[in-house]
């Protein structure tokens, strides 16, 4: 029978968002995209838009939190989160280049200063995928200038917002960015190219080094971090082929990026959504549970993670962690187990300081759409109406018990 477990007691309980996905009415690379002529096409070819519609598709005021950020976070207080991680968005603050828009920075401080009077940490991250129009045009992170213009950015966001800011995020998943973006071709600008792939993860470390020490060296006591996409990587085979697959592999996404900027990093936040399991392939997974999009939920895979992050020496905070579950059938039970194993790196000498479930509502899934539904609170997309879903009230017992309690766990599972 399993059993009840607690957190430490300064560990921190909340959720996480982005503003591409939530906030609306922007002007960016994405949305350009979202309407350009070869994303349209390309939705039509996969019968997608007769499927669903194009504006599911476009982001568009998404769930317009930028107007409705007050209520979101009551309601984030309200289901005992004491932080949350959102993204600033570069293009509402640097429109056209050098030019920083001071009512878009005046209203990232009230947000800020709105979280903290309600007693929640805010987790800030800078960068959180789409550019602004002006940098895309100049070739976005192809262009050898990149880093000096996030050093710009950072410089600018550290002057105008570093008193109210502790926790600093500089790139969200700059591995998988690059990967969709100028591997795969999935994301803007849809390169294929290895070359620019490669060039691509060089200049987002040149970028982050740069940000690292301009927030450290105007803000010393800040704590400065990225948010990496860490996977369990595994095979059930002990040949050299297998071991060498899974050891490359393992290397290449889940080490390469973090050992460039171990000497500029304070913390590790951990996203942790996959399990890959290699045998006589990628990607070989038994898939026994599933999210709506079709990605295995492996929840016990985060403790070898976790355990294999020690060697960074840094504090730990997951920063995304969470599933596409409309009928929030398996969000409950999907936050406990998870938890669970946490809990246990934890036991086990891991130094993990937080978990921000993602996401705090439902939003707009990049190239998904708006289908997929992330949120502990469901949102009506039409009337904009939120609704706090069965399994958010039993993250809000495990937030207010700083733990898994025997209610919890009979409580978890009844919503199955």
């Known amino acids: 029978m399993k059993q009840p477990f607690q957190f430490p007691k300064s560990f921190l309980w909340g959720a996480s ?95 800020l200063k709105f979280m903290r009077s309600l007693g929640i ?6 960068w959180h995928w789409p550019l602004p129009i002006w940098l895309e045009d100049k070739g976005g992170c192809m262009s050898p200038e990149i880093a000096d213009y996030f050093a710009r950015y950072a410089t600018k966001l550290a002057d105008a917002l570093g008193d109210h800011v502790t926790y600093w995020i500089t790139l969200n998943e700059p591995e998988i960015f690059s990967d969709n973006s100028y591997l795969a071709g999935i994301w803007p600008p849809q390169r294929r190219s290895p070359i620019l ?23 010393p006591a800040s ?47 951990l996203n942790y959504y996959f399990h890959n399991r290699i045998a006589f392939g990628f990607g070989k997974n038994q898939n026994l549970k599933t999210s709506d999009l079709g990605w295995e939920l492996y929840p016990e895979g985060i403790y070898p993670v976790l355990k294999d992050l020690q060697r960074y020496n840094v504090p730990i905070y997951i920063t995304e962690h969470g599933l596409a579950d409309a009928a929030d059938r398996q969000r409950g039970w999907y ?27 439902d939003n707009f899934e990049w190239d998904k759409g708006f289908w997929p539904r992330f949120g502990l609170i469901a949102v009506d997309f039409k009337t904009q109406r ?14 207010e018990s700083n733990g898994v309690t025997e209610k919890i766990l009979d409580t978890e599972k009844e919503l199955q």
């Open 17 to 111: 968002t982005s503003s591409h996905q939530v906030e609306g009415g922007l002007h960016n690379s994405w949305t350009r995209w979202e309407q350009s002529d070869r994303r349209l096409s390309e939705l039509r070819e996969h019968g997608l838009i007769k499927q669903y519609g194009k504006q599911q598709f476009i982001s568009g005021k998404a769930v317009d939190h930028y107007h409705r950020f007050r209520d979101d976070f009551r309601l984030a207080q309200s289901l005992g989160h004491n932080a949350t991680r959102f993204s600033l968005e570069w293009s509402r603050i640097e429109p056209r280049e050098g030019e920083f828009d001071e009512k878009a920075l005046a209203h990232y401080v009230t947000v």
């Open 223 to 269: 704590q400065v971090g990225i948010a990496t996409n860490n996977a369990y990587i595994e095979t059930p085979y002990r040949d050299p082929v297998h071991l060498g697959l899974r050891a490359v592999a393992d290397w290449w996404n889940n080490h390469w990026f973090l050992s460039r900027i171990k000497q500029h990093q304070d913390f590790i936040g």
């Open 335 to 361: 936050i406990v187990e998870s938890l669970r194993h946490i809990h246990r790196a934890i036991i086990d000498g891991v130094d993990v300081r937080g978990y921000l479930h993602w996401s705090l509502i």
């Open 197 to 219: 792939y490669l060039r691509v993860l060089h200049h987002l470390v040149s970028a982050h080094k740069q940000a690292y020490i301009i927030l450290k060296g105007r803000f």
């Open 386 to 399: 939120r609704t706090i879903r069965p399994s958010a009230q039993l993250y809000k017992a495990i937030c």
């Open 121 to 126: 940490e805010p987790f800030v991250t800078l």
